[in-house]
């Protein structure tokens, strides 16, 4: 490996006191020589600002964002602050891979690209809704990166050539969801540079193990398809009435569930497989909830420049490193 550039890690924190062990653990056992990371708390109210000023060393920085509450402001604060000429975005609960940063860089060697995407993975879960997640492969990036409208990657696990952003901004900061498609989006269709996959560049995420929390998460994805209709006017997600979901839900209680039953039986399947269905319904109509009462305030269309004094650094060739 040759091409190694100054990075950036910049992850948005709040109210994260019990993942910050582990995923310190996973930034300081990254193998990459030449990084350093950026923690931003965003008004945290418990220990997270206790923690994030013990862990500050000469590779680790800890930031504030205490003004608006948004973890794309979070991470606004982390690129103005950032000296890498790549900037990679991993979240609090997300748990990266040792030689994450050396496969989500390389793609970088070639001098098109200025978006990477690696490669989300969950976490191992006990509950059937984690392995349900697990089966249904709900956070990869393969998703995202077939949508029909653009391509994107997630900020669990994205890496963007500073380069790309004088001319686009940055993220929208009153934005609460949807920020990575938006700023994926302004870069691909307002600029020429292009995206990559790094599929071996691996971050680790845990799955939602409530009712509660999975719900919860795919009604933030119905607000994100209402924002982004809002914002490029991609086609929102179309509700099935109350007849399809009720001929799903009678075939699966008719027809799925005794099979799949009776395969338990034989051992040839697991108790995610008589419940697929269900959960598949409601997280169907959480999203479809989401979509229909979400909307998006003036002040989430304001896109954050690049400050001035970032300017300088895009141009440093001191970070771009060969050995």
């Known amino acids: 490996m040759s091409f190694l550039p100054f990075v950036s890690i910049i992850v948005p924190i709040y109210n994260s006191e019990t993942d910050l062990p582990a995923l310190l653990d996973c930034l300081r056992a990254q193998t990459y020589p030449h990084f350093e990371c950026l923690l931003v708390d965003n008004n945290s109210s418990d220990r997270t600002a206790e923690l994030l000023k013990a862990a500050e060393s000469e590779r680790i920085r800890s930031l504030k964002q205490f003004q608006i509450q948004s973890s794309y402001a979070a991470r606004n604060t982390g690129i103005q602050n950032a000296t890498g000429e790549i900037l990679a975005f991993t979240d609090a609960d997300c748990r990266p891979d040792p030689d994450w ?39 990869s990036q393969k998703h995202t990166l077939n949508h029909p409208f653009c391509p994107y990657g997630q900020t669990a696990n994205l890496a963007v050539r500073r380069a790309a952003l004088p001319k686009v901004g940055l993220f929208r900061p009153y934005l609460t969801t949807g920020g990575d498609a938006d700023i994926c989006w302004r870069i691909l269709r307002q600029t020429d540079w292009q995206l990559r996959f790094a599929e071996s560049a691996i971050v680790r995420h845990r799955h939602r193990a409530t009712l509660a929390e999975l719900r919860s998460q795919w009604r933030r994805y119905g607000r994100s398809n209402r924002y982004l209709h809002e914002l490029h006017g991609i086609a929102l997600m179309r509700e099935p009435n109350f007849a399809e979901y009720r001929y799903r839900a009678l075939r699966w209680l008719l027809k799925e569930l005794p099979i799949a039953s009776l395969n338990l039986l034989r051992g040839k399947a697991s108790w995610v497989d008589l419940i697929s269905t269900p959960i598949g319904l409601l997280c169907l109509q959480a999203r479809a909830q989401g979509q229909r009462q979400a909307q998006l305030s003036k002040a ?24």
Request: aromatic residues 8%; proline residues 6%; charged residues 20%.
């Open 101 to 139: 940063l050396t496969h989500l860089v390389q793609p970088f060697i070639d001098p098109a690209v200025g978006l990477v995407a690696g490669e989300i993975k969950a976490l191992s879960g006990r509950t059937l809704l984690e392995q349900y997640a697990d089966r249904q492969a709900t956070l």
């Open 300 to 323: 989430a269309y304001t896109i954050e420049p690049v400050s001035n004094s970032c300017l300088p650094n895009l141009i440093d060739s001191k970070f771009a490193k060969f050995e």
